[in-house]
């Protein structure tokens, strides 16, 4: 195992009717900024409920942004940056997903980077997104009540922005964008669309395969750690397609969600985010649903490494899909494990290939543009994945080889 810190302040609030906890997490006179989506906050109730909380008590004045897209827009969480400064807001408060949570995290970052006349300055948080935001060193509190069981963002410190006008989706992180809270009411994921459910299910399954499928490292901690998450969500997945309504489901499936990415199962071994960054190219091309960008990745980067990675593969074969026939081959046994992900990716009704989303071949030459003009020309856990090998994998997901 590698040297490593761990470290995440995040309080996680979990449960039914844990909403009304707002009034003891947020401090009692904070100036806050609730921001929202494209509207299922409004629709579900969850608004009101988190408005209702935040008078139930103290003395706080509260501020509505809506409109945050999914793949949040630069341009969009700038407007929100502005309005913090405008209102003197001193409490971000984000409802939503991912989008929500990720564009409240990089409005709580920029906000401080003004142009004379007050408002924040493009090019500034430009440039700030375009290093990470590593070099930011003040930030506006913020907490999240999460809808959507996915991205992890509730208890990381990570982000990713999307600008439209650049073809740009950039990631970004920074310790100052821990939420200082989460509330996770699994009761919320209710309304959410199957094809939603089934996007959180992809996206934490991958976020588990990017620190996992590497080389050996002995860290047994996070491989069991992650071998159980991986095996919660090939459980819970088509479950809860189909028995939607089941709360013990959604439950498992919200925590795992979390778990999947909040930093524990990555400290102290290596990772690999090819998958993630060649991905966030088809989002911004394609406007591909992020974690359909990944299901349509994932099975090539395994072809395509297979050597790299033929002891993790292995060991993913044997105790997550239960493959231990010694008379197969490496190669056979490394084969069945990558056909039973698409497997378990097709059974939730996610794309495996290029094709499943009407692409071709015409389609690699501008991701590879993209990746170039992004500087994502050396991923991977060794720095070794450089445009060719983005190139190789593309060509493997044009068509699939899942039955
Ligand atoms: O916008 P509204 O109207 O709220 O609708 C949303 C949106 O259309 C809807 N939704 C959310 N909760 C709902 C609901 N509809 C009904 N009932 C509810 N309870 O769901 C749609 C998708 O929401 P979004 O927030 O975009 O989804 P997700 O949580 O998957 O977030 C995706 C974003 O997170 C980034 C992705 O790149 C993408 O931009 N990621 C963030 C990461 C992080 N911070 O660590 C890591 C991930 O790899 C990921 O890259
Ligand atoms: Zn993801």
């Not at 009101?48 to 008078?55: C, H, T």
Request: proline share 4%; aromatic share 6%; charged share 25%.
């Amino acid at each position: 195992m590698n040297n490593f810190q761990y470290y995440n302040p995040v309080r996680i609030v979990f449960g039914e009717g844990q909403i009304e906890q707002l009034s003891d997490l947020v401090p009692t006179d904070a100036r806050v900024l609730i921001t929202y989506g494209g509207g299922s906050a409004q629709r579900t109730g969850t608004l009101d409920e988190v408005k209702d909380a935040l008078s139930a008590s103290g003395n706080r004045t509260v501020f509505e942004f809506g409109g945050i897209e999914p793949n949040p827009e630069f341009v969009t969480l700038l407007k929100a940056a502005d309005m913090v400064n405008e209102h003197n807001i001193d409490f971000l408060l984000a409802v939503g997903g991912g989008s929500v949570i990720d564009g409240s995290k990089f409005v709580a970052l920029v906000a401080s980077l003004t142009e004379e006349d007050g408002t924040v300055s493009r090019d500034q948080a430009w440039d700030a997104l375009t290093s990470y935001c590593r070099n930011i060193d003040s930030a506006v509190d913020l907490g999240a009540v999460l809808t959507i069981p996915a991205t992890g963002s509730e208890m990381n410190s990570g982000g990713v922005v999307n600008y439209s006008e650049r073809q740009a989706k950039l990631p970004f992180g920074n310790p100052l964008a821990f939420p200082k809270f989460s509330i996770l009411d699994p009761t919320k994921t209710l309304t959410l669309p199957e094809r939603q459910v089934m996007n959180g299910v992809a996206d934490a399954f991958v976020h588990v395969m990017e620190q996992y499928l590497t080389y050996p490292v002995n860290a047994k901690v996070q491989d069991a750690f992650a071998e159980s998450l991986l095996k919660i969500l090939i459980e819970e997945g088509p479950a809860v397609k189909k028995d939607p309504e089941n709360m013990e489901t959604r439950k498992n499936i919200m925590w795992t969600a979390t778990m999947a990415l909040n930093g524990l199962i990555g400290t102290g071994v290596p990772q690999d985010w090819t998958t993630h960054m060649v991905g966030h190219e088809l989002t911004s091309l394609h406007a591909i649903d992020h974690a359909r960008t990944l299901t349509i990745v994932l099975p090539s980067v395994m072809r395509e490494l297979k050597e790299s990675k033929k002891e993790k593969l292995l060991q993913y074969a044997r105790n997550v899909w239960n493959l231990t026939d010694t008379d197969q081959d490496d190669d056979t046994i490394i084969e069945t494990a990558i056909v039973n992900t698409e497997n378990f990716f097709r059974e939730l009704g996610l794309p495996v290939s290029l094709e499943d989303v009407d692409l071709d071949n015409a389609a690699i030459d501008p991701i590879i543009k993209q990746l170039e003009a992004h500087n994502m020309v050396k991923l991977g856990e060794h720095g070794k994945n450089d445009l060719d090998v983005s190139r190789r994998i593309l060509d493997r997901a044009v068509t699939s080889k899942a039955s």
